[in-house]
Every structure is written in structure tokens, then in C-alpha cells.
């Protein structure tokens, strides 16, 4: 019996950590110290190997818990296998109106995620370019310490008829 009770822990153990996200998709980019310039864009290249998954897409944005701004605007740019880029301009929150930033702060940094896409699928397979830029009047952008692009398999599939 306390064989079973053994086994039947660790199988619970088990069960419970690898349960999580599903990320097919996992990069960092480091800013220098200096700041986030214009000319620092990030290149984020994916390659999508089946159409019918659906992902949500999300941006890990590390900033210094003395930066200086609310929010800030980024343009997200989108290259597709057909030659195809499309660009929107996204703008994030850090705090709210009192001051208190968003994510979770220790007395040097902060970690905010952003969902920038729930629900995403993409229509061509092959290798599609995310890359951002900061778009600011500040040039460069001091602060941000590091952004990160995740792509969450949520394990679903849309009708091929989407």
C-alpha cells in the first residue's frame, strides 16, 4: 500500500509541473545600457509548421522600476512567407493613472507581459519575421533591460475552411 501511495504522489507531482504553457516560440532580446535606439529593431523569426494551430502571442518587457514613462508606443512589424508585411502600432501600459506599475516589480526591475494576440493562426507556412521597434520621441529609449517574444500553442485548431 505505501508502494501505490508512493507511485500515486509522484504521478500527481509529475502531472501538476508539466502542465503549462506550450510555447513553440521563445526569444530574448537583450537592450543595451545605453537604451532602446530606432535603429535597434527586433528581429523575432518564426518558422509555422502547421496552419490550423492557434497561438496567442505574447511580449515580456523588463524595465528599470525608475523608468520614466506610463506607456510607451511600439510598431510591430509582420513578414510573411509571401513577401507580405504588414505593421501596426501598439501602445502598452507600464501604470496606472496613480503611478503603480503593472507586472511584478522587486525595488530594481519590473516584468510586464503583454498579450499582443489571442486566438492567432497563421495562414502560410514557412518562416515569418515579428520585428519591433520602439517608437517614442525619445531616441534612445532608456529603461527597457530586455523584451521577449513567447508564441503559446494553445492546443486548439481552427476549421480548415478559416
Known amino acids: 500500500m505505501k508502494d501505490l501511495f508512493l507511485a500515486f504522489s509522484l504521478f500527481s507531482i509529475f502531472t501538476i509541473f508539466s502542465c503549462g504553457p506550450n510555447y513553440i516560440y521563445d526569444q530574448t532580446f537583450e537592450i543595451a545600457e545605453d537604451g532602446w535606439a530606432y535603429k535597434d529593431t527586433l528581429d523575432f523569426e518564426v518558422e509555422i509548421t502547421d496552419t490550423l494551430e492557434i497561438y496567442n502571442l505574447y511580449l515580456d518587457i523588463e524595465h528599470a522600476t525608475n523608468f520614466a514613462k506610463q506607456n510607451i508606443y511600439i510598431l510591430i512589424y509582420t513578414s510573411f512567407p509571401s513577401g507580405e508585411r504588414i505593421k501596426e502600432r501598439v501602445a502598452i501600459d507600464f501604470a496606472d493613472k496613480m503611478g503603480q506599475w503593472y507586472g511584478d516589480c522587486n525595488t530594481e526591475k519590473c516584468n510586464l507581459r503583454v498579450n499582443i494576440q489571442q486566438g492567432a493562426f497563421f ?10 521597434e520602439q517608437y517614442m520621441r525619445i531616441n534612445p529609449l532608456p529603461g527597457i533591460k530586455n523584451i521577449r517574444l513567447r508564441i503559446e500553442n494553445t492546443g486548439s485548431k481552427r476549421s480548415p475552411e478559416n
Open 123 to 132: 495562414n502560410l507556412l514557412g518562416k515569418h519575421t515579428i520585428t519591433i
